[in-house]
């Protein structure tokens, strides 16, 4: 079996006397989505951060293609080929598309201070790059601020492709977004896989996880309620653990259980005693 490219086992974080993330354990392999949900609080972000370079983790290890690292900054994870896609996507909305997909590494012509941004070679990149991930824009020099949610999320992603990036990973890439640009991103999202990358999507939605998804990480107030392959876990399944299971089937008896109300006894009839009858009427005078 080869090297995953990620790797944590028992990885915790502490805020101070917070434990943020205690005991998680995945896996993230080459052409595999590893999906990790959870609802607000679980620790989700916490488990990005660590494994983006943000944050770096105070128990368990961190494995890089089977090497132990503690990784110190962002641009030290984009060196060994991890890439993140954070929920601002990180772009500037009044820059042209192909601004945006070079930014901070722009192709330049000359030499030394007079150098300046080739505009021409970088358009062309990013168009070609677009196309290749199934991307087609009306032009590239239309500001990215005019692009739908999905689009910017594509843009994102095919740009996280281009730069080499060997494990890409999507905090919440669907949050904000409708069915119809959801399944967009998560087309773009396969898309990414089959090129043998390995994708860690961060979501709430088993709906959207489970399509594109080769293994679920659960996670709960920072721990880890299971790790599971795709043929081991049904969607229903997956949505019961994450939606609290227990808790709600517990929640859902309580709801249904009859509650003795006390019946209203039937009020009592009254007897009314009849009128008396009128006397005869007297005849009348000649």
């Not at 690292?69 to 601002?88: H, K, W």
């Not at 820059?95 to 070679?121: A, C, K, T």
């Not at 095919?158 to 919440?172: N, S």
């Not at 709960?220 to 299971?226: A, I, M």
Request: hydrophobic content about 40%; glycine content about 10%; aromatic content about 4%.
């Amino acid at each position: 079996m080869s090297t995953p490219l990620l790797e944590v086992r028992e990885v915790g974080k502490r805020f101070g006397g917070v434990i943020a993330l205690s005991d998680v354990s995945t896996t993230v392999n080459a052409g595999e989505v590893t999906c990790v949900l959870g609802d607000n609080g679980a620790g989700k972000s916490t488990l990005i951060k660590i494994l983006a370079g943000a944050h770096p983790h105070d128990a368990g290890e961190y494995l890089v293609e089977g090497e132990p690292v503690q990784l110190s900054s962002p641009r030290e994870a984009l060196d060994r080929g991890i890439a993140t896609v954070f929920q601002d996507l990180a772009v500037v909305p009044l820059m042209s598309v192909w601004r945006n997909f070079f930014l901070g590494s722009e192709p330049r012509v000359g030499w030394g201070p007079l150098s300046m941004i080739d505009r021409g070679r970088a358009r062309e990149v990013t168009r070609k790059a677009l196309a290749d991930m199934g991307i087609d824009l009306r032009d590239v020099e239309q500001p990215v601020g005019t692009l739908s949610g999905g689009e910017r999320q594509c843009v994102a992603i095919a740009r996280a492709v281009h730069f080499g990036a060997k494990v890409l990973i999507l905090d919440e890439p669907t949050a904000a977004l409708g069915v119809k640009q959801a399944g967009v991103v998560l087309r773009y999202v396969a898309q990414a896989r089959d090129r043998g990358l390995g994708v860690v999507l961060i979501t709430h939605n088993p709906h959207h996880a489970y399509p594109v998804g080769d293994r679920f990480l659960l996670l709960k107030r920072g721990r880890s309620l299971g790790c599971h392959e795709k043929r081991d876990i049904t969607l229903a399944e997956l949505t019961r653990q994450m939606a609290g299971g227990a808790e709600l089937e517990a929640l859902e008896h309580e709801l249904r259980q009859e509650r003795v109300v006390p019946r209203p006894s039937s009020p009592t009839l009254e007897t009314v005693p009849a009128a008396p009858a009128a006397p005869p009427a007297r005849p009348g005078r000649s």
